[in-house]
């Protein structure tokens, strides 16, 4: 594919973005602030030779101990030093309007001739409350678009796209056919696994996800079926569920790969089961946070007043955007 075909998909973004707003139905106003809204203390620890050289919140990272590392480069090998940082890299919007690109601030279509939104508080046929959202991917290279770090051999070059909206995949608008990418999930869907999750959710809330257990999402409820529905307790923590959920749909369908750990060094790996730790959610809409979390913390730590309160109750479902951040290991030469 030529190199104009690759940005072809980025100006059409742009197109989009100078338009009159008045041309949609607003879902969220504007797009986000890149200086202000990104925490950028986020990159740290930056680890490199084994060694942590910056300050180390909001946790500490240890992966890889080796100082030196070895990868091709065509096709000869060389020698390089291990670094570690995280990057934000993707956005993830959940939204209970369908087609409202909510990082954008665009509506695409009108709801209520697609249908498919989603509601909080509905009751369903156990009489539990629910929570349904869709979800849309962005190629998000912070770097390139601020044009910070080009020629750095660990960061992948891009430009803003949108990479993926569940408004088109039947499987995540029915819990029944999520079943198909994920026929595990009957294994997991039963109060035993439930309950083995528990340290999971403490895990997360007061350090780290726990990797082993990949079918928990710690007090965000259960990942299983990988769709878009959340049975967590709060409207915000239901929205990070639906996220992490998305995410973990990524990976299952290798849209998503591994970036952390010694596989990492020379390139990114397949890895469709997910690794949680790998991961921080940043929220940006509708209010942002300075805070960045892992996989299945509670909200109570990190939600408060970032919705917006609506009187309405037809408006009470907000919708959220996520700044994804991702740990990276690599081998810089």
């Known amino acids: 594919m030529s190199r104009g075909k ?4 980025g100006f059409l973004l742009l197109a989009v973005l100078i338009l009159p707003s008045q041309a949609y139905s607003a879902c969220s106003e504007g797009f986000i602030d890149m200086i202000n809204d990104i925490n950028w203390t986020g990159v740290y620890p930056i680890r490199m030779g084994a060694q942590t050289i910056s ?5 500490d990272e240890s992966l890889v101990n080796e100082i030196l ?9 060389r020698i390089g030093i291990t670094i570690g940082y995280r990057s934000p890299a993707r956005m993830i919007d959940v939204v209970k309007d369908p087609f409202c690109l909510n990082a954008l601030g665009i509506e695409l279509q009108d709801h209520d001739i697609w249908g498919g939104g989603g509601t909080l508080g509905q009751q369903g046929k156990g009489g539990d409350n629910s929570y349904f959202g869709q979800a849309h991917l962005y190629i998000f290279p912070v770097w390139y678009i601020l044009e910070i770090m080009t020629d750095f051999v660990c960061e992948s070059p891009g430009s803003l796209d949108i990479g993926y909206l569940t408004e088109f995949d039947v499987l995540w608008n ?4 999520a ?6 999930s009957m294994l997991f869907q039963n109060p035993i696994a439930h309950f083995s999750c528990i340290p999971d959710s403490i895990a997360s809330s007061a350090g780290y996800p726990m990797d082993t257990l990949f079918w928990c999402n710690g007090a965000w409820g259960g990942v299983y079926p990988i769709g878009g529905t959340s049975q967590a307790s709060t409207q915000i923590e239901a929205s990070a569920g639906v996220a992490s959920k998305f995410l973990y749909k990524l990976h299952r369908e290798l849209i998503a790969w591994g970036t952390k750990g010694e596989a990492a060094l020379c390139g990114k790996y397949v890895l469709p089961v997910w690794q949680k730790s790998q991961y921080r959610f940043q929220i940006l809409k509708p209010n942002a946070g300075d805070m960045l979390f892992p996989v299945g913390r509670t909200s109570l730590i990190w939600g408060m007043g970032k919705s ?3 009187p309405d109750p037809d408006q009470a479902a907000d ?5 994804l951040w991702r740990y990276r290991d690599c081998c810089a030469f």
């Open 308 to 310: 917006s309160v609506s």
């Open 69 to 77: 590392c070895k990868c091709k480069d065509g096709d000869e090998e």
């Open 55 to 59: 300050p180390s919140f909001p946790e």
């Open 179 to 184: 079943n198909i990418l994920s026929p595990e």
């Open 319 to 323: 919708n959220y955007t996520y700044l």
């Open 6 to 9: 690759r940005l072809l998909p």
């Open 174 to 177: 029915d819990d029944m056919m």
